[in-house]
């Protein structure tokens, strides 16, 4: 079982940065991949990027290539999303999501979502 809490969400305008962050419990943090989501108002939940089991490989949507960064710190037990040049499209509620595989179809695990929202 793993527990996933993120935060770090908040109001900004557009062109500023935010860093999320997600602490999970439990002591095989490592054997997850782990990604973040965001779901706009309307809108279904989206993937936003993923990082494998030791950092060593990344995927991003398209929409934010070049401006999110993904990195885990697995002797804390965190994962991290640098967010910059944030964008009002970007405004979403996101959620970080564990998996025991990369490619996180289905992720297993979920935390409760923290608000971003981008002001133009």
């Known amino acids: 079982q793993v527990q996933l809490v993120e935060s770090g969400g908040g109001l900004v305008q557009a062109g500023d940065s935010l860093r999320l962050s997600c602490a999970a419990s439990g002591r095989t943090f490592s054997s997850y991949a782990m990604g973040w989501f965001r779901q706009a108002p309307g809108k279904e939940r989206e993937f936003v990027a993923r990082i494998s089991y030791g950092g060593g490989s990344t995927s991003y949507a398209d929409s934010v290539k070049g401006r999110f960064t993904i990195s885990r710190d697995n002797a804390k037990n965190t994962v991290f999303l640098q967010m910059n040049s944030l964008k009002p499209e970007d405004t979403a509620v996101y959620y970080c999501?564990?998996?025991?595989?990369?490619?996180?179809?289905?992720?297993?695990?979920w935390g409760q979502g923290t608000q971003v929202t981008v002001s133009s």
């Open positions: 999501a564990a998996d025991a595989t990369y490619l996180m179809v289905r992720p297993q695990y």
